[in-house]
């Protein structure tokens, strides 16, 4: 229960700033936001040394060249970052947090799909109240797009979600984020 409910809020947090991010940026948004939200590979094995665990060797040359990297995609002349770099990078921040507390309640024995089937109940419950307070949803608009709403909601998110907890429960987060960071190479494709 507190796995899900956790897991819940961290990616609810994590969407949110993602897709917020991703709609405030100007230029090559959703190659920049997959690069930018990639970044959780570095984060979680940095989160993860403060957490005391060993992390592989390759990070230490990692970071740097995915700093260099966020620098060139996202620094404007004057060094400046926009708003929505600035909330794509939060998203990879949360999105770190729940790979952690994934591995974290996995290792403590919590059932995958379960903390799954509880962590999607709290992004709904959460994300709807978010709807009505930040957003005035239109019914209309919504039934219009009922397939993708399904598609999205189902299979783009509930699957693969899903697996990500069922897989976690058998790898280290730094294995589980480097697998996962394909989605950064999909963004840009």
Same mark, same amino acid.
């Given at each position: 229960? /507190? =796995?899900?409910? !956790?897991c819940?809020? =961290?990616l609810?947090?994590? #969407?949110y700033?993602?897709q917020k991010g991703?709609? !405030?940026?100007?230029?090559n948004?959703s190659?920049?936001?997959? &690069?930018?939200?990639?970044?959780y590979?570095?984060f979680?094995?940095?989160f993860g040394?403060?957490l005391?665990r060993?992390?592989p ?5 990692c970071?740097?060249?995915?700093? !260099?990297? +966020? %620098?060139?995609?996202c620094?404007? *002349?004057?060094?400046?970052? $926009? ?7 939060a #998203?990879?921040? &949360?999105?770190?947090?729940? /790979?952690? /507390?994934?591995d %974290?309640?996995? $290792?403590?024995? =919590?059932?995958?799909?379960?903390? #799954? ?7 709904g419950?959460?994300s709807l109240?978010?709807? +009505?307070?930040? $957003?005035t949803?239109? +019914?209309?608009?919504?039934?219009n797009?009922?397939f $993708?709403?399904?598609?999205?909601g +189902?299979? *783009?998110?509930?699957?693969?979600y899903t697996?990500?907890?069922v ?7 730094t294995?589980a984020t !480097?697998i996962m *960071?394909?989605e950064?190479?999909? =963004?840009?494709?």
């Open positions: 229960l /507190i =796995a899900g409910i !956790l819940g809020i =961290a609810t947090i994590a #969407s700033c993602q991703i709609s !405030l940026m100007t230029d948004a190659g920049k936001a997959g &690069f930018i939200t990639a970044l590979i570095v979680t094995p940095i040394v403060i005391k060993r992390i060797k390759i990070v230490a040359i970071v740097p060249i995915a700093t !260099l990297g +966020f %620098y060139l995609l620094i404007k *002349s004057g060094f400046t970052i $926009e708003y929505g770099d600035v909330l794509t990078l #998203s990879a921040f &949360f999105f770190t947090f729940h /790979i952690l /507390i994934i %974290y309640f996995m $290792e403590k024995g =919590a059932n995958p799909i379960k903390t #799954s089937c509880i962590q999607f109940l709290v992004v419950i959460l109240i978010c709807a +009505f307070v930040f $957003e949803p239109d +019914f209309s608009i919504i039934w797009a009922k $993708e709403i399904m598609y999205a +189902f299979l *783009s998110s509930g699957i693969a697996l990500q907890i897989a976690q429960k058998d790898a280290d987060p294995s !480097l *960071s394909l950064s190479v999909f =963004a840009v494709l």
